[in-house]
T-cell receptor, first 110, second 115 residues
Framework: SQKIEQNSEALNIQEGKTATLTCNYT??????LQWYRQDPGRGPVFLLL?????KEKRKERLKVTFDTTLKQSLFHITASQPADSATYLC?????????FGTGTKLQVIP | NAGVTQTPKFRVLKTGQSMTLLCAQD?????MYWYRQDPGMGLRLIHY???????AKGEVPDGYNVSRLKKQNFLLGLESAAPSQTSVYFC??????????????FGPGTRLTVT
């Protein structure tokens, strides 16, 4: 069966460092992969989308890589700030629906 | 634009009662979704719709029904609520006609407790 794995343990990093979150998947050939941010008590907010034929995508301090051979995506936040503290979800899918991972909680310590 | 709105924000039901959750979007999106989110389980798709008048089952459809009579609205019904349906429910929408973008826009959620 299809499986998406994100590190369920919280990730704590010092302010100013680069945070790297991992999304691994099995039994899946997604057309694209997305990353979302979710704050407590709120709905997820879209951050970045990367297609299967793209290796890397950047948006301001965010960078996503997508390795379809390793079946893995890495999500980087450079120069992290306490305001980046949230849960980050990866989502894989076709064009009509996606499947979400359980998310990784990031805590940026001042 | 209001984006995606959900009604109500909170609700407490007794076992066996019924209710309808309403989702509305003003972005002219074709696709709409209902998810539930439980601790440790992530977001799980209940039902979805790829256009007005069409619906399909997701990963956890049992105990729920949906309708998409108008493009901008997607209703989620619980006919006979059970404690296992205690959860936070999110609605989302995506894809504008002629576009190539599939990111999902989420509503603020409905926190449902079934006692």
């Amino acid at each position: 069966s299809q499986k998406i794995e994100q590190n369920s343990e919280a990730l704590n990093i010092q302010e100013g460092k680069t945070a790297t979150l991992t999304c691994n998947y099995t039994n899946y050939s997604p057309a694209y992969l997305q990353w979302y941010r979710q704050d407590p008590g709120r709905g997820p907010v879209f951050l970045l989308l990367i297609r299967e034929n793209e290796k890397e995508k950047r948006k301001e301090r965010l960078k996503v890589t997508f390795d379809t051979t390793l079946k893995q995506s890495l999500f980087h936040i450079t120069a992290s700030q306490p305001a980046d503290s949230a849960t980050y979800l990866c989502a894989l899918g076709g064009y009509q629906k996606v499947t979400f991972g359980t998310g990784t909680k990031l805590q940026v310590i001042p | 634009n209001a984006g995606v709105t959900q009604t109500p924000k909170f609700r407490v039901l007794k076992t066996g009662q019924s209710m309808t959750l309403l989702c509305a979007q003003d972005m002219n999106h074709e696709y709409m979704y209902w998810y539930r989110q439980d601790p440790g389980m992530g977001l799980r798709l209940i039902h979805y719709s790829v256009g007005e008048g069409t619906t399909a089952k997701g990963e956890v459809p049992d105990g729920y029904n949906v309708s998409r009579l108008k493009k901008q609205n997607f209703l989620l019904g619980l006919e006979s609520a059970a404690p296992s349906q205690t959860s936070v429910y999110f609605c989302a929408s995506s894809y504008s006609p002629g576009g190539s973008s599939y990111e999902q826009y989420f509503g603020p959620g409905t926190r449902l407790t079934v006692t």
